[in-house]
């Protein structure tokens, strides 16, 4: 990119540019990390959040409103909305395997030029498991990911093929990272917009995976 961002800029700008794919009436599913602040940019009240521990009709919430016990799936406080429903972790898990959820927003490790993710594991590391990424992967309508497009050692986070384990065989719909937007369609990545300060050229050093350009 032509200019030095900072991370919390970066996580802002692809949360941002998420937030314009939804257009309600829609049940959504915020994954932990950039897609929780992909909430904060969302303006249709058509649109409403599902948590996989057993909320729909998640918001936004802060102190001195903050419930310790009204957590998301990554256990961050989060508030309720008028008309608020709350259930049980099997209907909720339910919910997901029956395609009632319509767009599910995952954060990604890696990803591979068919559009197969990796977010739950890295070899050697412990990590709390895969939690509901598996099941939105497969039953949700639409899953867009959100992710840096390199690691913090400068190598590509899109890859020929996923080095960590991978979260399911189903492809994802979409990929946002500061540099770009990816669609998949057939089993390929196709560019289809550059992130504001992003050249092509960068986009094309810090892929390693194919793609195909407008």
């Known amino acids: 990119m032509t200019t030095q961002?900072?991370?919390?800029d970066i996580q802002h700008m692809i949360a941002k540019r998420v937030a314009k794919e939804l257009k309600g009436p829609l049940?959504?599913?915020?994954?932990?990390?950039?897609?929780?602040?992909?909430?904060?940019?969302?303006?249709?009240?058509s649109i409403y959040l599902h948590t996989e521990n057993g909320l729909l009709g998640v918001t936004?919430?802060?102190?001195?409103?903050?419930?310790?016990?009204?957590?998301n799936a990554g256990k961050l406080p989060v508030g309720e909305a008028v008309g608020a429903s709350f259930f049980n972790s099997s209907d909720s898990f339910a919910m997901i395997r029956g395609g009632h959820v319509d767009v599910a927003i995952l954060g990604a490790l890696q990803v591979d030029?068919?559009?197969?993710?990796?977010?739950?594991?890295?070899?050697?590391k412990n990590i709390m498991g895969v939690g509901g990424a598996m099941d939105l992967l497969v039953g949700a309508k639409k899953v867009i990911v959100t992710m840096s497009h390199t690691a913090k050692d400068g190598k590509s986070k899109l890859l020929k093929e996923c080095t960590y384990p991978i979260t399911s065989t189903r492809s994802v719909d979409l990929i946002v990272t500061e540099l770009?937007?990816?669609?998949v369609t057939d089993g390929k990545l196709r560019l289809a917009e550059l992130m504001p300060g992003?050249?092509?050229?960068d986009v094309r050093e810090k892929t390693e995976a194919e793609f195909i350009e407008q």
């Open 113 to 124: 030029e068919t559009g197969v993710i990796a977010n739950w594991a890295v070899p050697g």
């Open 60 to 71: 936004d919430v802060e102190e001195p409103d903050v419930d310790p016990n009204l957590v």
């Open 180 to 183: 770009a937007v990816f669609e």
């Open 5 to 8: 961002i900072s991370k919390h």
């Open 27 to 45: 049940t959504v599913n915020l994954g932990i990390g950039i897609p929780t602040l992909v909430a904060a940019y969302m303006e249709d009240d």
């Open 198 to 201: 992003a050249s092509i050229e």
